[in-house]
């Protein structure tokens, strides 16, 4: 059967919002960029301009800034809103964007190039994270704290309160996802937001800005401003900001960290990633072997929690890298549009060559590639092969590095000593794996990994309601889960005397 082209399958929904100009949403109003700048948004798999988008200046980060902080403001009607009602509206949107579903997964194929079928799934994680969320906004209890003051008698308790005016500035490997994950805790505390999506992938944030409306979010609640890094940057810099909440490079957090010192406003960091996966000889190697190309290629290797340096114990080593050699060689890559396709386009030209030349440096190095290539993939798009890189040294670049896109190192181990600290000898702590049919050393490795997230005998496994977030560089604090919510409210505490 031949395969359709973009054209051909493309809802009319689709079609029709990409044929203007995208604005800025401020206030609850579409407008242009204040200097009357756009610049274009681009399909991975084609090389072809989807659609121009206003650029958002320090002018109309401004804008949006005053609009949030208006509709934060005592009196506001979103100030005013009851958590229940809060707690409905989040419901609301959470089934406005399934009704979206699948106008929303082709808007996010065509401008990040992952499947439609791959975005799906983000879609519904995304109207998931609205709707348990939703329980939230009703269950942000204090606690009634009792006093020892000899001859008095006091009353103290705890109120959880939004903090102000939220920044969330987000990357474009999940693009509507990463826009959720920090508009839907904001919200549910009774923040405001000024959203930054990343230059590569504005669209879905654009369109959720449209559902939101559609679904009653009073105006300025959430704003949307698209731009590239100075964007970002005005926001970081902005005295009216009470908090940042980034996902993003290492690089960036780094800045942004700094930025956010001059007035000291909250800062939350997801950032990158470089996660071990272990695999020791008694494991069950089909699902090991599974696990390590699904962690290794899943989202085209552009995941932050991406299983890139495979370690396996030396019994199995060449059985599983065999294994994995075979699963990459068997995957197809091809247009998200494709439903034949196991792997759409990397999202950038600035991405595809990064990757290459990750390759192409390990093999000048010595390292051996067991699959894939260093020659991009086809003639048109930022397509790579999964790649399986052995021969690899803890030195090499693309053992040190992260990389973000569809590449596995693996290096053989002897003992879980030395497997152990060759996992953690890394700057990054965001994610970890083992596996192993022994329980107790899985337990006991997973308990060593220096990691936010481990996983034991699986990869990916993943729920809005888990927190998530890293240590050591990979970030600051925790996202989702009862957690993550914590994150968008401030404490305080209440001490009353009872004369
Ligand atoms: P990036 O850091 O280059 O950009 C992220 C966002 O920050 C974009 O919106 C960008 O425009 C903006 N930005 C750039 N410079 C800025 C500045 N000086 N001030 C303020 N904002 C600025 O990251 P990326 O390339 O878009 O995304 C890939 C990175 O994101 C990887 O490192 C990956 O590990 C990380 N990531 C982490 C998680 C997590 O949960 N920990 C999830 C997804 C992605």
Redesign the pocket.
């Known amino acids: 059967m031949a395969t359709l082209s973009p054209e051909q399958t493309m809802l009319p929904a689709v079609r029709s919002f990409l044929s203007s100009t995208k604005q800025l949403l401020i206030d609850g109003e579409w407008v242009d960029a204040a200097d009357g700048r756009t610049f274009a948004t681009i399909n991975p798999a084609t090389e072809e301009e989807l659609a121009q988008v206003a650029q958002g200046s320090a002018t109309d980060v401004d804008r949006a800034v005053a609009s949030a902080r208006r509709a934060f403001e005592a009196g506001s009607p979103w100030s005013r809103m009851t958590p229940r009602e809060r707690s409905h509206l989040l419901w609301r949107i959470g089934d406005l964007i399934d009704a979206h579903a699948e106008e929303l997964a082709q808007l996010e194929s065509l401008d990040n190039g992952k499947r439609v079928s791959s975005a799906a799934g983000d879609v519904s994680v995304a109207a998931e994270l609205f709707r348990y969320f939703a329980g939230w906004a009703t269950k942000m209890e204090g606690t009634s704290i009792p006093m020892s003051v000899p001859g008095k008698e006091f009353h103290a308790y705890t109120r959880r309160e939004p903090i102000g005016v939220v920044a969330g ?6 693009p509507l996802t ?1 826009a959720c994950f920090k508009v839907v805790p904001a919200i549910t505390a009774g923040n405001t937001v000024v959203l ?5 992938t504005p669209l879905t944030a654009l369109r959720l800005g449209e559902l939101l409306l559609e679904a009653g979010l009073p105006a300025g609640v959430v704003n949307v401003v698209p ?7 005005a ?2 810099d902005h005295p009216d900001v009470d908090k940042v909440a ?8 780094k ?2 960290a700094a ?1 956010a010192s001059r007035n000291l406003k909250k800062v939350s960091l ?4 470089k996660a071990p996966n272990i695999v020791f000889a008694d494991a069950d190697l089909d699902a090991a072997v599974a696990g390590a190309a699904l962690g290794g290629y899943f989202n085209e290797g ?4 991406n299983g890139s340096r495979l370690y396996v114990q030396r019994a199995v080593f060449d059985q599983v890298v065999d294994g994995v050699a075979a699963a990459a060689r068997a995957m197809k890559v091809g247009d998200g549009f494709d439903p034949s396709a196991d792997m759409g386009p990397l999202v950038s030209a600035e991405q595809h060559e990064k990757v290459l030349g990750y390759i192409r440096g390990a093999t000048e190095a010595g390292a051996v590639l067991t699959a894939g290539s260093a020659e991009r993939a086809r003639d048109r798009g930022y397509f790579v092969d999964p790649t399986l890189i052995t021969s690899v040294t803890e030195q090499m670049a693309v053992q040190t590095d ?1 990389i ?1 896109g569809p590449v596995i190192t693996a290096i053989p181990f002897d003992t879980e000593d030395e497997v152990v600290a060759a996992a953690n000898n890394t700057v990054y702590g ?1 994610a970890a794996g083992v596996w192993s049919r022994d329980l107790g050393t899985a337990h006991r490795v997973g308990a060593k990994l220096r990691a936010g997230t481990v996983w034991l005998n699986t990869w990916h496994a993943d729920d809005v309601v888990l927190p ?3 240590y050591k560089q ?2 600051w604090g925790r ?1 989702l889960g009862s957690f993550g919510l914590d994150d968008y409210t401030e404490l305080k505490t209440v001490i009353a005397e009872l004369r």
Request: aromatic letters at 10%; proline letters at 4%.
């Open positions: 500035i987000v990357p474009w490997n999940f990463m930054k999506p990343a230059e590569q731009g590239y890094g100075d964007t970002g940057a926001l970081v980034f996902t993003g490079s290492t690089e960036v957090g800045k942004i930025g997801e950032l990158g990633g552009q995941c932050c929690v992260e973000f965001l998530r977030g890293g990979s970030g996202e």
